[in-house]
């Protein structure tokens, strides 16, 4: 398997604009979180899905702030209006149905975010 | 609210040294804890996942137990090599991961 896939890798904006951030979770896994590492914070939990639902977005910082999940296989992090301290990598991970709550996270590779 | 905590924040030894990272944790209720290596720029790479049932879990140089009524967690390593430098991170399961702030590894050749 390809593992859990983000994208884009690098991104560097300006204030003020939308950024997207995509992640494709491994198949067969049925939940889906969202990450932040700053070096102030460490990583912080921003919002996970389960079976495409959202469950939790209490790590969500501001209204600025929204994701999806459409499907199974696809789901999105938005920003907008973007702000220089939203600079930091985001992280997507999955994990899989079999197992439940007790199976392993699988991380992406994160998406840099800088902001100007 | 899960605190996670990683004792030192930071470690150098010489090559050959055993390596002992500690994890400890606040709210027990946990399902499992997980063990990650992160090398500076890059994604977290799982090294090892230990079921709250379980006490210990092994793979090749890597020991971790878990003391889930006391709340804590080790990582071995064992006769550590250069290649082991980065940061290792301890993360709880209570559902949703939570993190400690990671303990930074630099082994000396």
């Known amino acids: 398997d390809a593992g859990v896939i983000q994208s884009p890798r690098h991104e560097v904006t300006e204030m003020g604009q939308e950024v997207t951030l995509r992640c494709k979770p491994i198949s067969g896994h049925n939940s889906l979180f969202w990450y932040r590492q700053t070096m102030m914070r460490g990583l912080e939990l921003l919002i996970y899905f389960n079976n495409n639902v959202p469950i939790d977005d209490s790590g969500m910082p501001e209204d600025r702030f929204s994701a999806k999940m459409p499907n199974a296989s696809f789901s999105t992090l938005k920003i907008q209006p973007s702000e220089p301290r939203d600079s930091a990598v985001y992280f997507c991970?999955?994990?899989?149905?079999?197992?439940?709550?007790?199976?392993?996270?699988?991380f992406g590779e994160g998406s840099r975010l800088t902001v100007l | 609210k899960q605190e996670v905590t990683q004792i030192p924040a930071a470690l150098s030894v010489p090559e050959g040294e055993n390596l002992v990272l500690n994890c400890s944790f606040t709210?027990?209720?946990?399902?499992?804890l997980q063990w990650f290596r992160q090398d500076p720029g890059k994604g977290l790479t799982s090294l090892l996942l230990?079921?709250?049932?379980?006490r210990e879990q092994t793979s090749g140089r890597l020991n971790a137990s878990l003391d889930k009524s006391s709340g804590r967690s080790t990582l071995y390593i064992a006769a550590s090599q250069p290649g082991d430098s980065a940061t290792y991170l301890c993360?709880?399961?209570?559902?949703?991961?939570?993190f400690g702030a990671g303990t930074t590894v630099t082994v000396r050749a």
């Open positions: 230990i079921q709250s049932s379980q």
């Open positions: 709210d027990s209720a946990i399902y499992n």
């Open positions: 993360a709880v399961n209570d559902y949703k991961l939570s």
């Open positions: 991970a999955s994990r899989p149905q079999t197992g439940g709550a007790s199976g392993e996270l699988f």
